[in-house]
């Protein structure tokens, strides 16, 4: 049973445009939350987080927003660039694991088409 | 620093030999982690460390797996035996502070055991 989703295994934007990647998560007690971005043949590197107490983290031309409601969380990235294409992991952690156990979803990839 | 480094970068093996995959996580990281990223399962956490010490095995998904941490600058991961269904590619990743600092990953091993 997966707790951290990403329901789209793919996804292609234009260049210029605006690229929105969706997480949805299953366990209420996750209250940190983190967006990876993987090349091929290269770890996945982080991107940008957001904490539980926050609704909104923004990062140049990355954007998190975090609905803790609904369990959902989405990346925006604008203006998207070709030099984005890459697979997008979520990944979220609970408070108490002080040993930060990261649970990744199965990652979304990104194609920015020129 | 170099960031983590892993080794070997591709591992082609038969059904039935022992594999080890070697790490060095960044200097000054507490923390290690082992994750193994597959198609059907996308990233999972395998095992993590902290100073050394194992502390969460839970991800590891046989008895065929081990891990170990010598020192700080060095870990392994064993399988023995190997079987075609460990076909993966397995990451390492550090990091520090306790309070949620993103982990650094390596830029993985891709076994295929045939």
């Known amino acids: 049973d997966q707790q951290v989703k990403q329901n789209s295994p793919s996804l292609s934007v234009q260049e210029g445009r605006i690229s929105i990647l969706n997480c949805d998560y299953t366990n209420s007690m996750f209250d940190y939350f983190l967006w990876y971005k993987k090349y091929p043949a290269e770890g996945p590197t982080f991107l940008i987080s957001i904490s539980s107490i926050k609704d909104k983290n923004e990062d140049g031309r990355f954007t998190v927003f975090l609905n803790k409601s609904a369990k959902h969380l989405s990346l925006h990235i604008v203006p998207s660039q070709p030099g984005d294409s890459a697979v997008y992991f979520c990944a979220a952690s609970e408070g108490d694991n002080y040993g930060q156990n990261f649970v990744f979803g199965p990652g979304t990839r990104l194609s920015v088409l020129p | ?114």
């Open chain 2, 1 to 114: 620093d170099a960031g983590v480094i892993q080794s070997p970068r591709h591992e082609v093996t038969e059904m039935g030999q022992e594999v080890t995959l070697r790490c060095k996580p960044i200097s000054g990281h507490d923390y290690l982690f082992w994750y193994r990223q597959t198609m059907m399962r996308g990233l999972e956490l395998l095992i993590y460390f902290n100073n050394n010490v194992p502390i969460d095995d839970s991800g590891m998904p046989e008895d065929r797996f081990s891990a170990k941490m010598p020192n700080a600058s060095f870990s392994t991961l064993k399988i023995q035996p190997s079987e075609p269904r460990d076909s993966a590619v397995y990451f390492c990743a550090s990091s520090t502070d306790p309070q949620r600092a993103e982990a650094f990953f390596g830029q993985g091993t891709r076994l295929t055991v045939v």
